[in-house]
C-alpha cells in the first residue's frame, strides 16, 4: 500500500529538548516536505527536499531543521523546541520532474506536537 | 507568486441541500490546483485535482468543482450534502516555480463544513 508514515504520532515535551519526527515513503518519490497546520492559517511549509541530499527552506523554516539522506526518509528535527512551535506537522511526498506541474501529493497522518 | 483565498472560513449547510466552498487563486503561470478534505483528527485526503485537462473536475464522494481562469476560481460543490461530509476543506495551488525548486504547495486557511440534520 502506497503511504507515508510519521512518527510519533503525538508527543509531549519540554523547551530546548531535542525531538526528531520520522517521516518515510514508499513510493520512490523524488519530492518531500513538511508543513505545519495552525487554525485559522492553513498549511504553511517549512522545508523541502527535491532529491537525496537536496534541501531548501519553506516559508517558516526558523527552528527548524532536515535531512535527506536516503530518498524514503525526511526527518523534522527540532534542536531546541520552543512553545510556538507547539502545533499539527504533516509530510508530504510527490514525484517531482523539473518544468513539470504537481499532480498530487500525499500526506502522512500527522504528528501532533506540544512544547511545555 | 502563487496565493489561495478561500472566501469563507466556516459553512454551514442542511442535509441533503447543495455545498459550494469557494476558492480563488493567484499564479504566474497556469497552475494545478487541488482540494483536500481534512476530518478530525485525521490526516488529508485528496478529494480532486486538476492538472490543465478538462475544466469541470470530478472527485470522490460526489464533489466536483470547477476551473474558471478568467474568475481566477475552483469553486468545489456537491448537488447534496451528506452528514459524513463534515469536515474541513482546503483549496491548494501548485504552480512552476521561477527558479529552481518545484512542487511547492499554497494551501488556503481552510474552510470548515457543519452539516445539520
Known amino acids: 500500500e502506497a503511504q507515508v508514515t510519521q512518527n510519533p504520532r503525538y508527543l509531549i515535551t519540554v523547551t530546548g529538548k531535542k525531538l526528531t519526527v520520522t517521516c518515510s515513503q514508499n513510493?520512490?518519490?523524488?519530492?518531500m516536505s513538511w508543513y505545519r497546520q495552525d487554525p485559522g492559517l492553513g498549511l504553511r511549509q517549512i522545508y523541502y527536499?527535491?532529491?537525496?541530499?537536496?534541501?531548501d527552506k519553506g516559508d517558516v523554516p526558523e527552528g527548524y531543521k532536515v535531512s535527506r539522506k536516503e530518498k524514503r526518509n525526511f526527518p523534522l528535527i527540532l534542536e531546541s523546541p520552543s512553545p510556538n512551535q507547539t502545533s499539527l506537522y504533516f509530510c508530504?511526498?510527490?514525484?517531482?520532474?523539473?518544468?513539470?506541474?504537481?499532480?498530487?501529493?500525499?500526506f502522512g497522518q500527522g504528528t501532533r506536537l506540544t512544547v511545555v | 507568486a502563487q496565493s489561495v483565498t478561500q472566501l469563507d472560513s466556516h459553512v454551514s449547510v442542511s442535509e441533503g441541500t447543495p455545498v459550494l466552498l469557494r476558492c480563488n487563486y493567484s499564479s504566474s503561470y497556469s497552475p494545478s490546483l487541488f482540494w483536500y478534505v481534512q476530518h478530525p483528527n485525521k490526516g488529508l485526503q485528496l478529494l480532486l485535482k486538476y492538472t490543465s485537462a478538462a475544466t469541470l473536475v470530478k472527485g470522490i464522494n460526489g464533489f466536483e468543482a470547477e476551473f474558471k481562469k478568467s474568475e481566477t476560481s475552483f469553486h468545489l460543490t456537491k448537488p447534496s450534502a451528506h452528514m459524513s461530509d463534515a469536515a474541513e476543506y482546503f483549496c491548494?495551488?501548485?504552480?512552476?516555480?521561477?527558479?529552481?525548486?518545484?512542487?511547492?504547495?499554497?494551501f488556503g486557511t481552510g474552510t470548515q463544513l457543519k452539516v445539520e440534520l
Open positions: 491548494v495551488v501548485s504552480d512552476l516555480p521561477l527558479t529552481g525548486g518545484g512542487n511547492k504547495l499554497t
Open positions: 527536499s527535491m532529491n537525496v541530499e537536496v534541501t
Open positions: 513510493m520512490n518519490h523524488e519530492y
Open positions: 508530504a511526498s510527490s514525484t517531482y520532474k523539473r518544468g513539470q506541474l504537481n499532480t498530487e501529493a500525499f
